[in-house]
């Protein structure tokens, strides 16, 4: 069975600081995707970033950015220069190239001024 | 695109009553996923379809449960009869199939939060 790991319930940054997010995952499989998702108060599932398995360079969106080692089955989450909108719950997932999503339990980010 | 869209945003009912959840995807896409969050067990996924068929429904609860996608553009989640542990948002989220050419990202609805008395 496949099971994601994030081992951070709450993580605490001030503005304009760097964040990592951890995340393992467990697979046999050697083509999926991973991704970070975001979920601020108003309850709406953001996606942040992706990432395919088969491609070696991590992903990189503005402010975000991954980690993801292969080998290791870890895909960290790197948020530099924290904004206060940046407060959420952030939720690692995992997808199998045939389809099914499954997520970790979330680690509650606070951006404090 | 509209997004996916979720009904109702906000349902209250009494225990034993019939609950109907309903999602419209987005055109065009041919997976679609129901979740269930809850504080406690996080982001479950309960079901998900490919082309309107059931691949996995392993994820639901008992017998109470069901779903179904008669067509492309719309699924159901029933709850009946409802019980309190039942409350939760309900997410409904859809994609196109994973490869080069797509992402596999998942989109989702906004939820629809169930509170059973």
């Known amino acids: 069975a496949q099971t994601v790991t994030q081992s951070q319930p709450e993580m605490s940054v001030q503005e304009a600081e760097t964040v990592t997010l951890s995340c393992t995952y467990d697979?046999?499989?050697?083509?999926?995707?991973l991704f970070w998702y975001k979920q601020p108060p108003s309850r709406q599932m953001i996606l942040v970033i992706r990432?395919?398995?088969?491609?070696?360079q991590n992903a990189t969106e503005n402010r975000f950015s991954v980690n993801f080692q292969k080998a290791a089955k870890s895909f960290s989450l790197k948020i530099s220069d924290s904004q206060l909108g940046d407060t959420a719950m952030y939720f690692c997932?995992?997808?199998?190239?045939?389809?099914?999503?499954?997520f970790g339990a979330g680690t509650q980010v606070v951006v404090t001024p | 695109d509209a997004g996916v869209i979720q009904s109702p945003r906000h349902e209250v009912t009494e225990m034993g009553q019939e609950v109907t959840l309903r999602c419209k995807p987005i055109?065009?896409?041919?997976?679609l996923f129901w979740y269930r969050q809850t504080m406690m067990r996080g982001l479950e996924l309960l079901i998900y379809?490919?082309?309107?068929?059931?691949?996995?429904d392993s994820g639901m609860p008992e017998d109470r449960f069901s779903a179904k996608m008669p067509n492309a553009s719309f699924s159901t989640l029933k709850i009946q009869p409802s019980e309190p542990r039942d409350s939760a948002v309900y997410f409904c989220?859809?994609?196109?199939?994973?490869?080069?050419?797509?992402?596999?990202?998942?989109?989702f609805g906004e939820g629809s939060r169930l509170t059973v008395l």
């Open positions: 989220a859809s994609s196109s199939g994973v490869g080069p050419l797509n992402t596999g990202e998942l989109f």
């Open positions: 697979t046999s499989e050697s083509n999926y995707y």
């Open positions: 990432q395919e398995a088969y491609k070696q």
């Open positions: 997932a995992f997808r199998y190239s045939w389809g099914k999503l499954q």
């Open positions: 055109s065009g896409h041919d997976y």
């Open positions: 379809f490919n082309n309107n068929v059931p691949i996995d």
